[in-house]
Nanobody
Framework: QVQPVESGGGLVQAGGSLRLSCTAS??????????MGWYRQAPGDQREFVAV???????NYADSVKGRFTVSRDNANRMVFLQMNNLKPGDTAVYSC??????????????WGQGTQVAVSS
């Protein structure tokens, strides 16, 4: 079983920065981790993609965060990070970590964390 756990959310003024962290807790040694990334959901909206990094280091970002957010990962410690700079009130949302967990002979399992709240005041 793979369980992502997020931390680092909070309240910040517009223009400020926050760094989110996510640790994938792994039960047993039969799982390997593929892409790790972030999604967000604002009140009344659907969950939307924010950023992702593959196990090989390739990255992809939503247009709305390009140039402001940076995703990175620490494979040895099964962690993924999201550095958020120049935050805007529109970035206010619950940010959730997503991890693609793989086992030999099994389909990829998408694992989700509980989420961490980010609030940006104007």
């Amino acid at each position: 079983q793979v369980q992502p756990v997020e931390s680092g959310g909070g309240l910040v003024q517009a223009g400020g920065s926050l760094r989110l962290s996510c640790t994938a807790s792994v039960s047993g040694n039969i799982w390997s981790l593929g892409s790790m990334g972030w999604y967000r959901q604002a009140p009344g909206d659907q969950r939307e993609f924010v950023a992702v990094m593959t196990s090989g280091g390739a990255t992809n970002y939503a247009d709305s965060v390009k140039g402001r957010f940076t995703v990175s990962r620490d494979n040895a410690n099964r962690m993924v990070f999201l550095q958020m700079n120049n935050l805007k009130p529109g970035d206010t949302a619950v940010y959730s970590c997503n991890v693609a967990a793989m086992r030999v002979g099994r389909p990829i399992t998408q694992c989700w964390g509980q989420g961490t709240q980010v609030a940006v005041s104007s």
